[in-house]
Nanobody, 126 residues
Framework: QVQLVESGGGLVQIGGSLRLSCAASGRAFSNYAMGWFRQAPGKEREFVAAIKWSETSTTYADSAKGRFTISRDNAKNTVYLQMNSLKTEDTAVYFC???????????????????WGQGTQVTVSS
């Protein structure tokens, strides 16, 4: 059974930084692309960033480009999201997700992900 556990969320001021982590277990982590999504109150879940299984390719939402960096450590079965220059509009629950199929690309489509974590709250205050 696959489990994804996010951590690292919290309260931060505008312009601050946070690093989210997502620890995975249950199947060969290094075989699967990983993604980060977020959901703000009253809004639909949206894509943030994704990384290919091989760490060689990443994809970002326009809102994340230049400010967020996704990375993974396959030896630790963990994916990270470094978030810098945070804005109030980044306030949301952040979810990590694991791709449905092995060897997949760093996809932005939620339907391409099979397993999801419970989420971690990120609040950016002014």
């Amino acid at each position: 059974q696959v489990q994804l556990v996010e951590s690292g969320g919290g309260l931060v001021q505008i312009g601050g930084s946070l690093r989210l982590s997502c620890a995975a277990s249950g199947r060969a982590f290094s075989n699967y692309a990983m993604g980060w999504f977020r959901q703000a109150p009253g809004k639909e879940r949206e894509f943030v960033a994704a990384i290919k299984w091989s760490e060689t390719s990443t994809t970002y939402a326009d809102s994340a480009k230049g400010r967020f960096t996704i990375s993974r450590d396959n030896a630790k079965n963990t994916v990270y999201l470094q978030m810098n220059s945070l804005k109030t509009e980044d306030t949301a629950v952040y979810f990590c997700a694991q791709a449905r199929t092995r060897w997949s690309i760093a996809t932005a489509l939620a339907d391409d992900y099979q397993y999801w974590g419970q989420g971690t709250q990120v609040t950016v205050s002014s």
